[in-house]
């Protein structure tokens, strides 16, 4: 069983630039949550998909925005990156949305 | 605000000896805890979850205990190895029509040999 992948492993950025990263949910997982993780911190949560549709958003401004496809796989966009935006991004997917999260590990993101 | 937090940033232990590792939530909303372990450039780990109609979980080297009274989660490890060593986080999970989790800001334990 193959578990959440997410690429790219890192990635370099300026500010004002736009990114896209991506999420292969585990096999059978319907939900995908996206969380941002900065250095020292745990995990905060930005939004959720379910069935190709968002089920839930975290306190993040609207530059963050995402997608969820037919085989469940996900993308996170975050546009206009700032400074702040440096952090650890993960994925995470689950059976269903009250079911326990699996967690990839993460695309470090870093801005310049 | 609400928040889940925990009680020690850094536990360190011997091996062979028990940890305990504490966690205090705040929204008696949440119905569900998980804890999670991470380790350096990794994503977090399922290690046991509990939900708020029971007290005690059992795991493979693990327990958790939950005192709904004073909102208090504590993660048991018996005999500790050296591969425990990793920042481990309680999270909760509150139910608003979606599930998120809300994380504490993790305890770093660490085992020596």
């Known amino acids: 069983e193959t578990g959440v992948t997410q690429s790219p492993t890192h990635l370099i950025k300026t500010r004002g630039q736009q990114v896209t990263l991506r999420c292969s949910s585990q096999?059978?997982?319907?939900?995908v949550s996206w969380y941002q993780q900065a250095l020292g911190q745990g995990p905060q949560f930005i939004f959720q998909y379910y069935r190709e549709e968002e089920n839930g958003r975290g306190n993040f401004p609207p530059r963050f925005s995402g997608l969820q496809f037919p085989n469940y796989s996900s993308e996170l966009n975050v546009n206009a990156l700032e400074l702040d935006d440096s952090a650890l991004y993960l994925c995470?997917?689950?059976?269903?949305?009250?079911?326990?999260?699996?967690f990839g590990d993460g695309t470090r993101l870093s801005i310049l | 605000g609400e928040s889940v937090g925990l009680h020690l940033p850094t536990l360190s232990v011997q091996e062979g000896d028990n940890s305990i590792i504490n966690c205090a939530y705040s929204?008696?909303?949440?119905?569900?805890f998980i804890w999670y372990k991470q380790e350096s450039g990794k994503g977090p780990q399922f290690i046991i979850d509990i939900r708020s109609n029971m007290d005690k979980r059992q795991g493979q080297r693990v327990t958790v205990l939950l005192n709904k009274t004073v909102k208090h989660l504590s993660l048991q490890i018996a005999a500790t190895q050296p591969g425990d060593s990793a920042v481990y986080f309680c999270a909760e999970n509150r139910h608003s029509g979606y599930s998120t989790l809300t994380f504490g800001k993790g305890t770093m334990l660490l085992v020596s040999p």
């Open positions: 929204n008696s909303a949440s119905d569900y």
């Open positions: 096999s059978g997982h319907n939900t």
């Open positions: 995470a997917s689950s059976l269903a949305p009250n079911q326990p999260q699996h």
